[in-house]
């Protein structure tokens, strides 16, 4: 058989690229009905619905529906399905209005009267919820023994993840007793938990159905909870299905985005390299906590990003303000600190006048060096070849000679990172438990059950591919088809980097197990639970220890042009080398590289989203830009092989970190190109020229 | 209010209230459902068509403009021989990922080609920045559009 990395083409192609391939949206179903949500205009406020006499066939649905808690499940359980007597941001969800004639719900809709009595909103950081620490080494005496203390802080903006199919769900009864949820997700298992919790029902009486999903890049992790519970209680009631898709609007004012962060970092420094980093980061997660206290913790577990410091302290902050609630995106707190660090690196090398590439090699990572919370980097760290190869195809060393001097408005920029491979901590073998099963028929046709999701990322090829390899027989059929919770066990979410790496590693164990005891013409069913490896020691209340069973690494170079006149940057090249291990197809993994790094260049440079009162400006394509075609430019991508023990054929995680070093790598190459410090992100046009006309 | 139009080579008459969004037409009416919805204004191109060849958002088209046109979507491009082409070239290259933008892709590539048939690369940036794509960065679509432009010699 040929290594596992030559590429085969996405299972998914004919359908998708013919618009054959059904998305929510597509589904008819007889009998429909609608939903569309009526939400608060106030930030704070308590309120009182004053209902209107409702047209025959139109349905109102709001908290007093519910049959249990109004609570949507997930890591921190403070979202509200409906907000009941008080809103705590523009946008929360009040009720449903329901129906099969659009327009007349839109009547109704505008007929509802909303009564508010406003409160004081707070949109600063005085509303702080959770704090968390950490320390490594002796911070306290390196600062204390120090030549220098360097400090400075770092903000970055909101981000909208921007999948091009907006949120929705389709809930129906199918038995008098059972509601099945067809919905654009990433977590069928979280969003069945939620139902069961919201309803109070059996599990066996809520099943949710994956169809094709059109971008999801974390916003669709936890969201879609809420909307199936508001659904399923309106299916619980009225006994007809719903549909309800999203606007455009709708999605951007009210679905979660990245977290605003500010980062400050106090350097110390003796014989020209750091000793010691004391870090705060405070994020903002909005009204509601929802996941923000773990991307807190990933934020803070890179607060070394791709070095090694022996002396650490580091803190950090969730704060609430009356906002959108703040989610999951891609990186997951990681782009908001990598940004910090190597923004810090790049400018303390500047200040101590020494070279910066050689000042970034100084303090990497090594083999066998303590991680930020005291584990241990136990795999082979390849960064000093995978620099090298990095500074050879895109010619940094030269270009910056050139560049690198006033008024050339050229530049170019290089970031160095890592990205810890799923879940945090005990996070698997703790609370996910992932399993896996594979069922083999009398036809010895092969079935694969899994419960995470193909969103795009080629999921459906992957871990297809890996079964194949494992079994090895030109002579059986392998079936897999996208996730049904009645067939599928839980195998987790389709997060954190961790499909390729944990689900199918478990799907390659299962799929030894299958030929190792293969039976022709029998039926067999292999079911493959997660096991943490051995090694894995994790305090989640200290933050100490392995925080993840292993990290991918990359380095990202970006070569710019400002406008000296319009200060509008312009993309040249971008060239990227990774170490994800063994990769598991090549053409699959470029396209991850190229449209994270995409992403998380434009998190640098391009996308700005404002929130002020708590009123989301920018809410359509129109106004928040994400990169169009000629936005971008040409992209160089190199894989460096070297294989996880514990990885299926060797593969970690590679989904988050192509977006991580995006945004340093191209403010850096702004840096250069403007020859001014830059602090915050978005580096947009109006920031560049605040720069250069108004700073000395 | 009749509307008459060629819809994927098929003569229609069409009664419809003529200011109805073409891309609901389409959708609901039709149940030509490979024309997506992105943004509903214009920018995404997840509704993209082709009218006379042309590359058309069908979310800002009311069906009245269509009056005596002729409208491809997806479906009907796709049992064209430069969609096969087309395919292969996306196939190979890796330009669909979640795939909801990419029957407008395919569209607009179709567009492009109708007109030059071996467009630089930044002719297809050009061509495609109407259409935005949230996976891939473009590249591997672009590399496809040129791959196809050259195997379908004669073709466009």
């Known amino acids: 058989m040929k290594d596992i990395s030559t590429s085969i083409p996405k299972v998914d192609n004919p359908e998708k690229l013919s618009g054959r391939a059904l998305y929510v949206s597509d589904y008819e179903i007889p009998n429909l009905y609608y939903a569309k949500t009526l939400r608060s205009t106030q930030a704070k406020a308590f309120f009182h619905v004053i209902k209107p006499q409702l047209p025959q066939g139109i349905f109102i649905i709001d908290a007093s529906h519910l049959p249990q808690k109004n609570v949507v499940k997930m890591i921190a359980d403070d979202w509200k399905i409906f907000a009941d007597v008080e809103v705590n941001y523009i946008g929360e969800p009040i009720l449903l209005v329901i129906g099969q004639d659009k327009q007349k719900i839109e009547d109704v809709i505008h007929n509802i009267h909303v009564k508010y009595e406003p409160q004081t909103p707070i949109f600063d950081q005085s509303n702080i919820k959770t704090h968390k620490t ?15 203390m360097i400090e400075e802080t770092f903000e970055t903006g909101y981000q909208e993840q921007a999948y091009i199919e907006p949120q929705g769900m389709i809930a129906y009864p199918e038995t008098a007793d059972k509601i099945t949820l067809i919905g654009s997700i990433q977590c069928p298992y979280y969003v069945k938990n939620a139902v069961v919790e919201a309803l109070g029902y059996d599990e066996k009486n809520i099943r949710v159905i994956q169809p094709a999903v059109g971008g999801a890049f974390g ?24 549909k309800m898709i999203y606007e455009r609007e709708e999605d951007m004012i009210s679905t979660t985005k990245r977290h605003p962060s500010h980062v400050t970092i106090q350097a110390a420094i003796k014989n020209k390299k750091i000793t010691a980093l004391k870090t705060h980061v405070a994020i903002n997660g909005g009204a509601y906590l929802g996941l923000s206290n773990v991307v807190l913790s990933r934020a803070m577990l890179a607060a070394t990003s791709a070095y090694t410091i022996e002396n650490l302290d580091v803190t950090g902050d969730v704060y609430l303000t009356n906002s959108v609630p703040t989610g999951a995106f891609r990186g997951f707190g990681a782009p908001q600190m990598i940004f910090a660090v190597d923004m810090m690196m790049a400018h303390i090398a500047k200040k101590l006048k020494v070279n910066s590439l050689s000042f ?74 992932a399993k896996v099963k594979l069922v083999k028929d009398e036809h010895d046709d092969v079935y694969i059950y899994v419960a995470t999701v193909d969103m795009g990322q080629g999921q459906l090829t992957t871990l297809k591919k890996i079964v194949e390899h494992v079994i090895d027989r030109e002579d059986i059929r392998i079936i897999y088809l996208p996730a049904d919770t009645d067939d599928v066990p839980d195998s987790g979410p389709t997060v954190a980097s961790r499909t390729t790496m944990i689900v199918g590693g478990l799907l390659a164990r299962a799929a ?13 069913e292999i079911m493959e639970s997660y096991v943490q490896p051995e090694y894995i020691r994790w305090n989640e209340e200290k933050l100490q220890g392995d925080a ?16 000296p006149i319009t200060y509008q940057v312009d993309l040249k090249q971008l060239w990227s ?29 391009l996308e700005k989203m404002e929130i002020d009162q708590g009123r989301v400006i920018h809410k359509n394509f129109t106004d928040y830009i994400i990169p169009t075609a000629k936005d971008m430019a040409k992209t160089q991508t190199f894989f460096i092989d070297n294989p996880y023990a514990f990885g299926p054929y060797g593969a970690k995680g590679l989904g988050e970190l192509s977006l991580v070093g995006g945004a340093p790598a191209v403010a850096l190459a702004i840096e250069m190109a403007i020859q001014k410090s830059i602090h915050r992100i978005p580096v947009t046009p109006e920031m560049i020229m605040e720069l250069i006309e108004h700073e000395d | 209010m009749k509307i008459k139009f060629t819809l994927n080579q098929k003569s229609i008459e069409h009664e419809a209230n003529p200011s109805s969004r073409l891309l609901d037409v389409l959708r609901d009416e039709f149940h030509l459902k490979g024309t997506k919805e992105g943004c509903g204004e214009g920018e995404c191109g997840a509704c993209a068509i082709l009218v006379d060849g042309h590359i058309t958002h069908s979310c800002l088209v009311p069906l009245a403009n269509v009056n005596n046109r002729s409208v491809t979507t997806i479906e009907g491009f796709r049992e064209t021989s430069q969609y096969r082409i087309l395919e292969e070239a996306m196939v190979e290259e ?15 590539a179709q567009s492009l080609l109708t007109k030059n048939s071996h467009p630089t690369e930044e002719d297809i940036r050009d061509a495609l920045s109407g259409n935005l794509c949230r996976c891939t960065g473009y590249n591997m679509i672009i590399k496809a559009i040129i791959r ?6 004669g073709l466009w």
Request: charged share 20%; glycine share 12%; net charge negative.
């Open chain 2, 94 to 108: 890796g330009g669909s990922q979640c795939g909801i933008c990419s029957p407008g892709m395919m569209l607009a």
């Open chain 1, 512 to 524: 030894l197990k299958l030929k190792e005891t293969w039976k022709t013409h029998e039926r067999m």
């Open chain 1, 548 to 563: 993840y069973p292993a990290y991918s690494w990359g380095v990202n170079v970006v070569e710019v042009e400002v406008n």
């Open chain 1, 219 to 242: 916003g669709k992790e936890e969201f879609p909870s809420m909307m199936a519970c508001q659904l399923a209680v309106a299916v619980h009631h009225l006994h007809v299905p719903i």
């Open chain 1, 360 to 433: 970034h090699r100084a303090h990497l990572a090594k083999q066998h060096d303590l991680t930020s919370t005291g584990g241990i980097f136990r795999d082979p760290i390849i960064m000093p070849e995978m620099i090298e190869k990095a500074l050879e195809i895109s010619d940094y060393i030269n270009k910056r000679k050139i560049y690198d001097q006033p008024t050339s408005y050229k530049g170019i920029g290089m970031s160095l990172f890592l990205h810890g491979c799923g879940f945090t901590g005990s996070g698997e073998a703790e609370h996910i438990h």
């Open chain 1, 577 to 605: 080398v990774y170490d994800i291990g063994h990769v598991i197809d090549e053409r699959l993994a470029r396209g991850q590289a190229d449209g994270g790094l995409t992403q998380g260049v434009a998190f640098g440079y």
């Open chain 2, 148 to 153: 196809a432009s050259k195997r379908g010699e």
């Open chain 1, 134 to 148: 950490f320390q490594k080494g002796n911070p306290q005496q390196a600062f204390q023994e120090a030549d220098l």
